[in-house]
């Protein structure tokens, strides 16, 4: 059974902050990570994919990926207050087209 | 990435009625996907929508339940049949966008469905 673990929070940062959102992974095989954003009442948004091991930086946002430890994490760098969502984690091995999802990590940006 | 557009953006419906929700990319795709989202919930893959062919079920969802139309690049519908009250929930197209050798999923807005 492939799966996704996020803690569901709600995780409380203060703003300015760096916020770290944090997603495990139980299958060795995945080659493809993901990080969606969600508003309450929206549909999910992509922020950042990664596929090798390391850091990837776009803006504010830095993905960081370990295969050997199986974890795939977000840093929010400067947290606004509208950074405030839920963040979902998805995993794809390549040979499967199919995401896996996290249950998503509630993050809440207090001014 | 893929301008995505789902009609309606909301609906109340009758049990036992039937919805169809429509979804509609600004550019031929490939792969067209399904999902649904219950209050409070992640995303769960109802089907993936295939040109040309049956939709691919996972499983828990069936074709009766849940007919799936495919009849181009740009255009998908679910219906969804003999509404219960637990049906309600957001439905959600997606899209899969090839950028180089990477594939990454985007989504409609979604269809809040209610169903008394």
């Known amino acids: 059974q492939k799966e996704v673990e996020q803690n569901s929070g709600p995780l409380s940062v203060p703003e300015g902050a760096i916020a770290s959102l944090n997603c495990t992974y139980s299958?060795?095989?995945?080659?493809?990570f993901f990080w969606y954003r969600q508003y309450s009442g929206k549909s999910p948004e992509l922020i950042m994919s990664?596929?090798s091991n390391g850091d990837k930086e776009d803006g504010r946002f830095t993905a960081q990926l370990n295969k050997a430890s199986q974890y795939v994490s977000l840093l929010i760098r400067d947290s606004q207050p509208s950074d405030s969502a839920t963040y979902l984690c998805?995993?794809?091995?390549?040979?499967?087209?199919?995401?896996?999802w996290g249950a998503g990590t509630k993050l809440i940006i207090k001014p | 990435s893929a301008v995505i557009s789902q009609k309606p953006s909301r609906d109340i419906c009758q049990r036992g009625t039937s919805l169809t929700i429509q979804c509609q990319v600004d550019s031929q795709v490939t792969m067209m996907f399904w999902y649904r989202q219950q209050p409070g919930q992640s995303l769960t893959l109802i089907a993936t929508?295939?040109?040309?062919?049956?939709?691919?079920?996972e499983s828990g969802f069936v074709i009766d339940k849940f007919p799936i139309s495919r009849p181009n690049l740009t255009f998908s519908t679910l219906t969804v049949s003999n509404m219960s009250p637990e049906d309600s929930s957001i439905y959600l197209c997606?899209?899969?966008?090839?950028?180089?050798?990477?594939?990454?999923?985007?989504f409609g807005p979604g269809t809040r469905l209610t169903v008394l």
């Open positions: 998805a995993v794809r091995m390549d040979s499967n087209y199919q995401l896996i």
């Open positions: 929508a295939n040109q040309g062919s049956e939709a691919t079920y």
């Open positions: 299958d060795r095989g995945s080659q493809s």
């Open positions: 990664i596929y």
């Open positions: 997606s899209v899969e966008d090839h950028r180089g050798n990477n594939d990454e999923q985007f």
